[in-house]
């Protein structure tokens, strides 16, 4: 069973930046692709970013320029780079594990952008 816990959200001001963590455990994490998703206040989870087990790399177009998703095969561990934060980006952002139809969430770790 896969598990992944998310960390490095926190209280941050607008034009701000943060940077997630997500580890991985119980699998082998260069098969999985590894994606980002958010969920903001009274609003349904949207997917934000993806690194793909072969490499790749894609964004949602709110984030592109602004966000930077990246990972350590070493440390199972995948990173977003939250740039240039606005309002909108609050929420609880999730990690998600995906291989063969199967996806993994972790509980989320919370950004919150206020001035």
């Known amino acids: 069973q896969v598990q992944v816990v998310e960390s490095g959200g926190g209280l941050v001001q607008p034009g701000g930046s943060l940077r997630l963590s997500c580890a991985a455990s119980g699998g082998i994490f260069n098969m999985y692709d590894m994606g980002w998703y958010r969920q903001a206040p009274g609003k349904q989870r949207e997917w934000v970013a993806v690194?793909?087990?072969?490499?790749?790399?894609r964004y949602a177009d709110f984030v592109k320029g602004r966000f930077t998703i990246s990972r350590d095969n070493a440390k199972n561990t995948v990173y977003l780079e939250m740039n240039s934060l606005k309002l909108e980006d609050t929420g609880v952002y999730y990690c998600?594990?995906?291989?063969?139809?199967?996806?993994?969430w972790g509980k989320g770790t919370l950004v919150t952008v206020s001035s």
């Open positions: 690194f793909g087990s072969e490499g790749g790399t």
């Open positions: 998600n594990a995906h291989r063969n139809g199967m996806g993994y």
